[in-house]
């Protein structure tokens, strides 16, 4: 057994956990870029943490999915300001953006340079300025990733810059942050968290700690999941989803993820389709998927027998089959307020191109048995 694992120099996690900020920004002492989504306002709360340590703060909006440009102009605006510290305040999105901004604010030349796909790939040579991620969504786990997701419209896709340095300095999560967010946002996000325990856990390059915190975050998703939708104010369920959300990020940065992503990617770059409701429509179908082709081809792999420990944590009895794991997938999205793909545009003559892009997505090459084009095309129709 060989594996690596790397992660977020120090997680704060619990109800409450923003008030944390002050003490731990005092000892780097320098001047913060706040970035937020649209409404800086968001961060008032912090902006009075850090003005009551003494921490002087400037915010940056970035509204939106960041592209190229917006985390271009966060760094000039940072260079500006002397801003030597970043902190993201937000969803996935602009906790992305907070990383280009801390690692270009670092590193010479042109965002474009360090980019995988349309860039050359350039690794960062220079420690980032120290970054702290503090989600408000519970899905993404961007707080503990190493990448950092930009659209390029020039492009048309969604590209990463990627480096084990783009991990925060500091990751926050505090489930307070989330007690608002509306059913829809909930539900959504919700089920980016879930794909990012079960891809990470069927995957071929799952190790023992990944595991863990794959199978921990199945049973507080199980519980919790359809709760936070319905009573946004429960504090236990949301205090669930936002440790799901965190251990899926582990999960995933640290093994990989499977097909639903290897869509989901393509598809994000081509549509205006909130991620974690891509997840959603394609669940069910791409585990159905897999589950079918293993048994055909590939009947002694040991993901088999995961998608029955996925199942029984998912519906909490352990003789569970790993057809009632996916069924149990099918009836809590089917519960849920989540739109269908067709919702958002994608229609039958979109498939083979999703499909041709999907085939080369980095998390398609993690999913636990290669998919043919046919299989592929058959599970994304499903999903429409
Ligand atoms: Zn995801």
């Known amino acids: 057994m060989n594996f690596q694992f790397a992660t977020a120099s120090r997680i704060i996690?619990?109800?409450?956990?923003?008030?944390?900020?002050?003490?731990?920004?005092?000892?780097?002492?320098?001047?913060?870029l706040v970035v937020t989504g649209r409404d800086p306002g968001r961060a008032n709360q912090l902006m009075a943490i850090l003005s009551a340590s003494d921490t002087e703060a400037?915010?940056?909006?970035?509204?939106?999915?960041?592209?190229?440009?917006?985390?271009?102009?966060?760094?000039?605006?940072?260079?500006?300001?002397?801003?030597g510290l970043v902190i993201a305040l937000g969803g996935g999105s602009v906790i992305d953006a907070g990383k280009a901004i801390a690692a270009m604010l670092t590193n010479e030349g042109e965002l474009l340079d360090y980019l995988e796909v349309i860039g050359r790939g350039k690794s960062l040579a220079r420690r980032p300025a120290p970054f702290i991620a503090i989600p408000t969504t519970a899905g993404t786990g961007a707080e503990v990733?190493?990448?950092?997701?930009?659209?390029?419209?020039?492009?048309?896709?969604?590209?990463?810059?990627?480096?084990?340095?783009?991990?925060?300095?500091?990751a926050?999560?505090?489930?307070?942050?989330?007690?608002?967010?509306?059913?829809?946002?909930?539900?959504?996000?919700?089920?980016?968290?879930?794909?990012q325990l079960i891809e990470p856990y069927v995957c071929p390059r799952a190790n023992?700690?990944?595991?863990?915190?794959?199978?921990?975050?199945?049973?507080?998703?199980?519980?919790?999941?359809?709760t936070a939708v319905f009573s946004g104010r429960n504090q236990s369920a949301r205090e669930d989803m936002a440790l799901a959300s965190l251990l899926g990020g582990l999960a995933l940065a640290n093994a990989g993820l499977g097909a639903v992503h290897g869509f989901a990617g393509p598809?994000?770059?081509?549509?205006?389709?909130?991620?974690?409701?891509?997840?959603?429509?394609?669940?069910?179908?791409?585990?159905?998927?897999?589950?079918?082709?293993?048994?055909?081809?590939?009947?002694?792999?040991?993901?088999?027998?995961?998608?029955?420990r996925v199942a029984a944590k998912l519906t909490g009895n352990p003789h569970a089959t790993a057809d009632a794991g996916v069924e149990w997938v099918r009836e809590l999205a089917a519960g849920l307020p989540l739109p269908r793909l067709g919702a958002f545009g994608i229609g039958k003559e979109d498939v083979p191109e999703i499909v041709a892009k999907a085939v080369n997505a980095s998390s398609m090459k993690a999913?636990?048995?290669?998919?043919?084009?046919?299989?592929?095309?058959?599970?994304?129709r499903l999903a429409l």
């Open 145 to 170: 990733t190493a990448n950092a997701v930009l659209a390029s419209p020039e492009h048309k896709v969604k590209v990463s810059l990627r480096s084990s340095r783009l991990l925060p300095w500091a």
């Open 367 to 380: 999913n636990p048995i290669v998919l043919t084009s046919a299989e592929l095309t058959e599970t994304l």
């Open 13 to 32: 996690f619990g109800a409450g956990a923003i008030q944390e900020i002050g003490l731990a920004v005092k000892p780097i002492g320098r001047r913060a």
């Open 208 to 226: 023992p700690m990944t595991d863990g915190y794959c199978l921990e975050g199945l049973h507080r998703v199980a519980r919790s999941l359809r």
């Open 58 to 83: 400037v915010s940056f909006a970035v509204a939106g999915e960041p592209q190229i440009s917006s985390v271009e102009s966060g760094v000039a605006f940072a260079k500006r300001e002397n801003c």
């Open 267 to 308: 598809i994000g770059g081509m549509f205006s389709a909130p991620h974690g409701a891509v997840c959603a429509a394609l669940l069910p179908h791409v585990m159905a998927a897999n589950l079918r082709a293993l048994r055909e081809r590939e009947p002694q792999s040991d993901a088999l027998g995961r998608y029955y």
């Open 172 to 195: 926050v999560v505090d489930p307070e942050l989330t007690y608002d967010l509306p059913p829809g946002l909930t539900a959504s996000t919700g089920f980016d968290a879930l794909t």
